[in-house]
Structures are given as structure tokens and as C-alpha cells.
């Protein structure tokens, strides 16, 4: 954790010490299951998906992140992090994988994906961009008899593209939070529980408004 100005080094101690017991334990990912659980239920789904999505986002690090699992995405020219998110189809966080932002969307999938059907064993179907296509689908069709269906972008004026706009508001919900507008974290684990209390806020406000 970055230690805030004015706070007592006790005081950040005792903090820091319950946050990386609770990382450890995967404690922040518990709590995301837990209310997205709740929140589907309150929208009269089922506890667990059938479907989901898959999107990433490359984000710029910070001297306080260091150079640790930091690269250079050099299709979008950013020095940081990639967030790989599934989310169901309602654009609720499953799962979070942080890598280095050089590491390919297939690459970091992979991991995504492996916690994904441990999450959600019954997924049946999943959407992504066209950056997930080629062996990626027959490697998910291989391993987790599941559809992993690619879309592609079309540039002739605008158009929404069916579904993919769900996990891309996910991510923009998850920027929002002034930790996640840049990577600030000196690991990935760090990143990734990040995302997670990010999440939280967004499924206890939904629980809220019910």
C-alpha cells in the first residue's frame, strides 16, 4: 500500500498489515463473489452466470509502482499495467488479472479464464474483441467446452457493438476510482485487490438502490 500523507506510521501499519492478510486470504475476492451473488439475486437471476465477457485495459504506472510487472503496450503507447476483467452480462466483475501492459490480451486471457470457470464452472459462452481471436477459441473450446466469440470493430460511423459495451462500462466504472486512474501499486496481487474494493463500491451501491 501507498502510505497517505499526515498519517501516523502506526496508524498506516496496523492498515497496511490487515490489508495484506486480507490479500493474502483473497478476502477482497470473497466479498465481490459474495454481493454479485446478491445483486444477481435481487434481479431475480441465478447465483451464477452462463455467459460472460472479457475485455482489457492498459493503464500508466507510477514511481510508486516501480518497475515491477511494468512494460510498454505498444499498440496503445502506455508505460504500465493491463487489466484483464470478466465480467457476466450484466457488467458485474468476476475476475481480475493484472500483468504487465506488454503482455498480449491472449496471454493474459489465459489466466482470466482459468479463474473464471473455477468462479463459474457452468459458463457456457463467452464475448470478447477481435483481439482474443485465432487459437485462443479453440484453446477455450479445448479446456472448458465453453464458445469464446470474437467481435469485430466497425469504423463506419458509430455503432454499439452487441454486448461489448457492458464490459467496457465495467471498466469505466472501475476507473472512476481515483486508485485505478493510474497503477500506483508495487505488485500485481496489490493491483488486482484494488480492483476488487473498486468492485465492491459499485455492487453495494446497486444493493443500495433496491
Request: hydrophobic fraction near 35%; charge should be positive.
Given at each position: 500500500m501507498?502510505?497517505?500523507k499526515?498519517v501516523p506510521?502506526?496508524v498506516?501499519t496496523?492498515?497496511s498489515?490487515?490489508y495484506?492478510?486480507?490479500k493474502?486470504?483473497?478476502?477482497?475476492e470473497?466479498?465481490n463473489?459474495?454481493?454479485?451473488r446478491?445483486v444477481?439475486?435481487?434481479?431475480?437471476?441465478?447465483?451464477?452466470?452462463?455467459?460472460?465477457?472479457?475485455?482489457?485495459?492498459?493503464?500508466k504506472?507510477?514511481?510508486?509502482a516501480?518497475?515491477?510487472?511494468?512494460?510498454?503496450?505498444?499498440g496503445?503507447?502506455?508505460?504500465?499495467?493491463?487489466?484483464?476483467?470478466?465480467?457476466?452480462?450484466?457488467g458485474?466483475?468476476?475476475?481480475?488479472?493484472?500483468h504487465?501492459?506488454?503482455?498480449?490480451d491472449k496471454?493474459a486471457?489465459?489466466?482470466?479464464f482459468?479463474?473464471?470457470?473455477e468462479?463459474?464452472?457452468?459458463i457456457?459462452?463467452i464475448?470478447?474483441?477481435?483481439?482474443?481471436k485465432?487459437?485462443?477459441?479453440?484453446?477455450?473450446?479445448?479446456?472448458?467446452?465453453?464458445?469464446?466469440?470474437?467481435t469485430n470493430?466497425t469504423?463506419?460511423?458509430?455503432k454499439?457493438e452487441a454486448k461489448?459495451w457492458v464490459?467496457e462500462?465495467?471498466l469505466?466504472?472501475l476507473?472512476?476510482?481515483?486508485?485505478?486512474?493510474?497503477e500506483?501499486?508495487?505488485t500485481?496481487?496489490?493491483?488486482?485487490?484494488?480492483?476488487?474494493?473498486?468492485?465492491?463500491?459499485?455492487?453495494?451501491?446497486?444493493?443500495?438502490?433496491?
Amino acid at each position: 500500500m501507498v502510505k497517505p500523507k499526515n498519517v501516523p506510521f502506526e496508524v498506516y501499519t496496523t492498515v497496511s498489515n490487515h490489508y495484506n492478510k486480507w490479500k493474502r486470504l483473497g478476502l477482497f475476492e470473497k466479498i465481490n463473489t459474495a454481493l454479485r451473488r446478491s445483486v444477481r439475486k435481487k434481479l431475480e437471476r441465478s447465483d451464477e452466470p452462463t455467459a460472460a465477457l472479457i475485455d482489457s485495459q492498459s493503464i500508466k504506472s507510477t514511481p510508486e509502482a516501480g518497475g515491477v510487472d511494468v512494460g510498454i503496450d505498444g499498440g496503445k503507447l502506455v508505460r504500465g499495467r493491463k487489466r484483464s476483467i470478466a465480467t457476466d452480462t450484466l457488467g458485474l466483475l468476476i475476475t481480475v488479472s493484472v500483468h504487465s501492459a506488454n503482455t498480449s490480451d491472449k496471454k493474459a486471457a489465459m489466466d482470466v479464464f482459468k479463474t473464471l470457470f473455477e468462479l463459474c464452472p457452468e459458463i457456457e459462452k463467452i464475448w470478447a474483441d477481435s483481439g482474443y481471436k485465432g487459437s485462443l477459441v479453440n484453446w477455450v473450446k479445448e479446456n472448458f467446452n465453453c464458445i469464446l466469440e470474437t467481435t469485430n470493430k466497425t469504423w463506419s460511423g458509430f455503432k454499439v457493438e452487441a454486448k461489448r459495451w457492458v464490459v467496457e462500462r465495467t471498466l469505466a466504472w472501475l476507473t472512476r476510482s481515483r486508485r485505478l486512474a493510474k497503477e500506483y501499486e508495487k505488485t500485481t496481487e496489490s493491483s488486482e485487490a484494488m480492483v476488487y474494493i473498486s468492485s465492491t463500491r459499485v455492487l453495494l451501491k446497486k444493493l443500495h438502490s433496491f
